[in-house]
Nanobody, 121 residues
Framework: VQLQASGGGLVQAGGSLRLSCAASGLIFDRNVMGWFRHAPGKEREFVADISWSGGATKYADSVKGRFTISRDNARNTVYLQMNSLKPEDTAVYYC???????????????WGQGTLVTVSS
């Protein structure tokens, strides 16, 4: 299984970025897909995830209303649209895949290599 994240970069506060994660080696539309981030000096945290069909999503409180997760099952790709970025959003962003059900707890089995997002003030 490979998860290839891209789209990170340097952006000013208030700006936008769109992250992409291309998946291979798994049955994409039978995996919940998620985004996580890891900032320096902090623990890795959940950002957002999306159900198999894309019909259900969940967000961390810190990004609600600013970030949007989506997926294209025909392209085996999940996206994270990030708007109104803040310096505290600076982190390495990782995509991950879970074969567990959307309902209940889930474990993420596969992780991408991460893409760095830096938001300047």
């Amino acid at each position: 299984v490979q998860l290839q994240a891209s789209g990170g970069g340097l952006v000013q506060a208030g700006g936008s970025l769109r992250l992409s994660c291309a998946a291979s080696g798994l049955i994409f539309d039978r995996n919940v897909m998620g985004w996580f981030r890891h900032a320096p000096g902090k623990e890795r945290e959940f950002v957002a995830d999306i159900s198999w069909s894309g019909g259900a999503t969940k967000y961390a409180d810190s990004v609600k209303g600013r970030f949007t997760i989506s997926r294209d099952n025909a392209r085996n790709t999940v996206y994270l649209q990030m708007n109104s970025l803040k310096p505290e959003d600076t982190a390495v962003y990782y995509c991950a895949a879970s074969a567990d059900s959307w309902f209940g707890s889930r474990r993420y089995d596969y992780w991408g290599q991460g893409t760095l997002v830096t938001v300047s003030s």
